[in-house]
């Protein structure tokens, strides 16, 4: 029996990219919103409701670097440098939110101001970052061989700071939608509010990026059947079922929306977001560095995918299985009498 | 790739990861210290070692955060800066990274959450066990990331491809390299300490200002046991690791003992200013013949100097020679403080009452953090020119970016790393200054924790 590897690899990057994005999407969205909370005490019911999971959802992201440099280095070795400063401008932005879940705590008034700042202003600029870095990687980058050969500021377009717009207003979307399932009370009422803001957002954004993408970039058009002005609608209709998952995904938040239902419109927020994902996936896939080098080529050397396999094949359900036990143990509705510290 | 480029990645790395480790190097022993302090409540039902555990936990979730944060950054840095690093040994160390990911990070990030948050959503068995996890985790963390550097500072098990990349041609021989045992006991001893220099500096400041209440003498007698244990151990290990050196990098151990010239009975330099340019030590105080006999066990063995290797690829000697001296000059320091410390448990009414041991204590504090980023230093830059020593030049690894951008982005994280750093410390020592609550004083409220009292039991 011989295996695809990289292919399997792809498949396992690809999902914990996703998993990070679903995840982590609902705690920057959380520190987005925070600026719009009614009092302090529903910050600390904000970031309370998150706290004890942020990490194990940020580690999804190191996962997601730490699994890029593993399993396709060559890829990793080019587009780390290509977006040097967005991807630094991301990790000081979670530096900064990330000590403010603890430091928050034990700042006396000052403090308290600077780190509540801090973790607002932190997960703005990562949530940006991460954007700049999907429109920079969607571009294209410029390789000579598998080296990075392009400027420091190729990531920076008009497109890049679409997206990264884009991807705030998704962000805090997930943020709205969890904080509707898990508070209660005025809290809750804001949240809808901002779920309803949010949601409009993100659908007007997610529509301008998807035709700004076919606009801006012909390789991405011609998958879904658009070249040289010509329209192959037999192309557009096996990929039909995408953009009518992001439509069914944007009917189901405003179910969740209209009723406050429990996790109802984070299930539509995620749909949105995996419509998103796989129609981005469907434009440049198999490239894995766009438009130089498809995941064969950036692939690691078959003995190390394969002991990495057989590794995540014992330890990524062990993963999964306590990590959804940890959110099944913080399940229910976040009070405001939740003391911290 | 211009020079600059290159000195100031090499300049961000270190920076970035000698900040990351004062972290580990600490959580790493508080973890297990913490596991230890909940076992003993369990076991004992004594108070003291709850409120001890309730004390020190959230010295831990403060540290926690900042390793976590920190940690983040190398996972990409070595790609932003170390690219062409990236490609060539991926191939190698990248599984041992990746099992880093899988076995430890999510573990401990998981019941972190659960040993933070979860006193009243769980019994004290699970969270007992859950704390546990997170030691466990931590140690994890330990193998996968000494294992890679055991790797790069002797690399085996490979082979090295036309194309210049390197394959694993015996996982074994890549994961557990012949120096790796020594390393890994090394450092878990080092955290192990770290942490024991932090508590019983605790510990005798809080018995300094308020008197030796019972937490605090719990806290500061289990710091004796580990130092009058562990450190006499970490000289051994210590040593075991060095005699290595001599075999798999005499570069590095003639620039740690600046010795020049290749000879018989080596002088032992106490002291010295070596000048690589002119090289020789322009200044020594030494004991003659004793170089030898520490380094190679006798005598009479030849050792290497510097000037048996071609000026290309010496390392540093300054830094290394004095790097090397501070951490062993600190822990025969806590040798010290563990012989006193005994004595004092031992022939005298205890160490409580003996005011300048306390000040030694807590003089000592911070000594386990220099100890350990000056045994890095030795380490890492022992190592140069090589990153992947004998196979990569350090030169040959970095990224192709400009000197613009690293500037800016080095400039940034010394900006950060400095607030949150000074912030971090500042919130650490305030709660020191606090120190634990006596169970006495302590209300029916739900230990230190936060969601314990608000969430309620919805379905979701």
């Not at chain 2, 694993?168 to 450092?187: G, L, N, Y």
Request: glycine share 10%; aromatic share 12%; proline share 5%.
């Amino acid at each position: 029996m011989s295996l695809d590897l990289p292919l399997v690899w792809a498949g396992i990057i690809a999902t914990a990219v996703l998993l990070y994005v679903l995840l982590d999407g609902f705690d920057l969205g959380i520190g987005i919103l925070f600026p719009f909370a009614g009092s302090s005490a529903e910050q600390d019911v904000m970031m309370d409701s998150i706290a004890p999971v942020w990490d194990g959802n940020e580690t999804w992201l190191v996962l997601g670097g730490g699994g890029l440099f593993a399993a396709f280095p060559f890829a990793y070795a080019a587009l780390m440098p290509a977006l040097y400063l967005p991807i630094i401008l991301m990790l000081l932005a979670l530096i900064l939110r990330g000590v403010a879940f603890e430091f928050r705590h034990h700042g006396r008034a000052r403090g308290k101001a600077f780190w509540t700042a801090a973790f607002a202003g932190g997960s703005v600029a990562a949530t940006l970052a991460q954007g700049l870095v999907l429109g920079g990687f969607i571009q294209g980058v410029t390789l000579q061989g598998k080296a990075f050969a392009g400027g420091p500021f190729d990531w920076l377009t008009p497109y890049s700071l679409l997206v990264a717009v884009g991807l705030l207003a998704g962000y805090a979307l997930l943020g709205a939608c969890w904080l509707i399932w898990r508070t209660e009370g005025e809290l809750q009422v804001r949240a809808r509010r901002w779920g309803w803001i949010a949601a409009g957002a993100t659908a007007a954004l997610l529509a301008v990026v998807s035709l700004a993408t076919l606009f801006v970039h012909p390789r991405i058009a011609v998958r879904w059947g658009f070249e040289d002005g010509a329209f192959d609608f037999a192309k557009l209709v096996p990929l039909l079922p995408i953009p009518l998952l992001g439509l069914v995904g944007l009917g189901v938040v405003a179910l969740g929306l209209r009723r406050a239902h429990h996790a109802t419109s984070l299930v539509g927020a995620y749909l949105v977001f995996l419509s998103g994902y796989i129609g981005l996936a469907v434009g440049f896939f198999p490239n894995i560095v766009p438009y130089g080098m498809d995941f064969r080529q950036a692939a690691n050397a078959d003995n190390a995918l394969g002991l990495m396999l057989a590794g995540v094949a014992v330890l990524l359900p062990a993963i999964l299985g306590y990590t959804v036990w940890v959110y099944w143990l913080f399940r229910g509705k976040v009070g405001g009498d939740a003391g911290y510290h | 790739m211009d020079l600059d480029a290159l000195i100031l990645s090499r300049l961000q790395f270190a920076f970035t990861i000698a900040f990351h480790i004062i972290f580990p190097s600490f959580t790493i022993g508080l973890a297990s210290f913490l596991a230890v302090l909940e076992g003993l409540w369990l076991a004992t039902k004594n108070e003291a070692f709850k409120s001890l555990y309730l004390f020190w936990v959230k010295i831990f979730a403060i540290s926690f955060g900042m390793g976590v944060v920190s940690g983040v950054v190398l996972s990409y840095q070595l790609g932003t800066n170390w690219s062409v690093f990236s490609a060539v040994a991926s191939p190698v160390i990248g599984p041992l990274l990746a099992f880093e990911v899988l076995a430890a990070f999510f573990l401990e990030a998981s019941f972190l959450g659960v040993m933070l948050f979860g006193w009243k959503k769980v019994g004290p068995g699970l969270h007992f066990t859950s704390t546990a996890l997170v030691a466990v985790g931590t140690l994890i963390s330990a193998f996968w990331i000494i294992s890679a550097n055991s790797w790069m500072q002797h690399p085996t098990g490979f082979t090295t491809l036309p194309d210049g990349t390197l394959r694993a041609v015996d996982w074994a021989q890549v994961i557990f390299s012949p120096t790796f045992p020594e390393r890994f006991a090394h450092m878990v001893l080092a955290a192990y300490l770290t942490t024991a220099l932090v508590v019983g500096a605790a510990s005798a400041w809080r018995i300094l200002r308020r008197g030796p209440d019972q937490e605090p003498r719990l806290g500061l007698r289990m710091a004796i046991g580990m130092f009058a244990i562990v450190a006499p151990l970490q000289l051994v290990v210590g040593d075991l690791s060095g005699k290595e050196v001599l075999y798999v990098q005499p570069a590095k151990l003639a620039a740690i003992e600046a010795f020049w010239e290749t000879r018989t009975e080596q002088p032992f330099h106490i002291a010295a200013w070596p000048d690589r340019a002119a090289e020789r030590n322009r200044v020594e105080i030494s004991i003659p013949k004793l170089g030898s006999l520490i380094t190679a066990g006798s005598i009479s063995a030849e050792v290497k100097g510097l000037k048996d290797f071609a000026p290309q690829d010496r390392p540093p000697v300054f830094i290394v020679f004095w790097a090397f001296r501070v951490m062993v000059g600190l822990g025969l320091l806590m040798i010290g403080l563990g012989a006193w410390g005994g004595w004092l448990l031992w022939r005298t009414q205890g160490p409580e009452y003996n005011q300048p041991f306390l000040w030694a204590a807590v003089a000592m504090g911070p000594a386990g953090f220099v100890a350990v980023i000056s045994g890095w230093i030795v380490a890492e830059v022992g190592r140069q020119p090589y990153v992947i020593y004998g196979v990569l030049r350090t030169a040959d690894a970095v990224s192709p970016v400009g000197a613009g951008q690293v500037s800016a982005s080095l400039l940034a994280f010394m900006i950060v790393y400095a607030v949150i750093f000074s912030v971090g410390v500042l919130y650490i020592l305030r709660l020191i200054a606090q120190g634990p609550e006596t169970p006495s004083a302590e209300s029916d409220e739900p230990p230190g924790n936060p969601l314990a009292a608000g969430a309620k039991e919805v379905a979701p």
